[in-house]
């Protein structure tokens, strides 16, 4: 940026500003209009993130919760009191694995596959909503951005 003029550091910082500010303000929106979304059914945004992970085919037989943490990329920690409270609603177990007994897996319980399929509609409606001006272009092209922003965040 030292090979710029003043006025281009500033309107780039300027950019880079709004930009990151409207993302965080995006973050909090979902958050928030996520869960009046879903308030019927008594789910939080993270819950959902972690029944959603969870849903997936290739997570059958369930994920370790390293693996469900990094899939998720959030903390350990910031897990934990979460899938205690889905696991004391009984809407995800942990079981010994197949491969290493030793090792734990976190799965979705029958309960936790029917409050899934339930939440299905209301979240495709929200989704629906949320996109509403998106091409499918536009959609192809914004989950690009938001992939290279976060694995250049990633770097960092």
């Known amino acids: 940026m030292k090979d710029l003029p ?10 880079n500003n709004r930009l990151f500010f409207r993302f965080f303000q995006a973050a909090n ?3 928030t209009k996520g869960t009046q979304a ?3 059914l008594g789910v939080t945004t993270q819950q959902w993130s972690v029944l959603g992970a969870l849903s997936h085919p290739k ?15 959030v903390s350990r920690q910031n897990l934990a009191g979460l899938m205690t409270r889905l696991e004391r609603d009984g809407l995800i177990e942990r079981v010994t694995s197949e491969e290493d007994r ?8 029958a309960k936790g ?5 339930a939440l299905y509609d209301p979240i495709s409606d929200f989704y629906d909503q949320a996109l509403q001006g998106f ?8 989950i ?3 992939s290279l922003l976060q694995q250049n965040m990633a770097k960092i």
Do not use: C, P
């Not at 997570?59 to 990329?73: H, R």
């Not at 596959?113 to 399929?117: D, R, T």
């Open 135 to 142: 091409s499918f272009d536009d959609r192809l092209a914004f």
């Open 6 to 15: 003043a006025e281009k550091n500033l309107a780039n910082i300027e950019i």
């Open 29 to 31: 929106t979902l958050h």
């Open 144 to 146: 690009h951005y938001i």
């Open 113 to 117: 596959h029917e409050l899934w399929a």
């Open 38 to 40: 879903l308030s019927g």
């Open 102 to 109: 030793r090792a734990r897996r976190v799965k979705l319980t």
């Open 59 to 73: 997570a059958t037989d369930g994920m370790t919760v390293g693996e469900l943490s990094q899939y998720l990329l």
